[in-house]
């Protein structure tokens, strides 16, 4: 069973077996459950990015190449 030593900083290097186990990599968030039994689980805090499609409401209308055309015609009409 892989092992990993505690440093005087409180930190670990998790093992590569470990890691590869739970598909973690440099600058992926790993994260500790506490049960109330006092169980701790260790758990990657991966998120897929395809996940969190439509998360966010958008208020972004589309534009055609027109209305842009246009805009850009009214604006350069105007005098500085």
Do not use: C, H, W
Request: no cysteine; aromatic share 2%; net charge negative.
């Amino acid at each position: 069973m892989p092992a990993a030593t505690l440093t005087s900083k409180g930190q670990i290097t998790l093992p590569k077996a470990i890691r590869k186990l739970m598909g973690v990599d440099t600058g992926d968030q790993i994260a500790f459950r506490v049960q109330e039994d006092g169980k701790v689980y260790v758990e990657p805090e991966n998120v897929d990015l395809m996940s969190l499609k439509g998360v966010l409401k958008s208020s972004v209308r589309g534009v055609s190449v027109e209305d842009m055309n246009e805009a850009i015609a009214q604006e350069a009409g105007k005098s500085p």
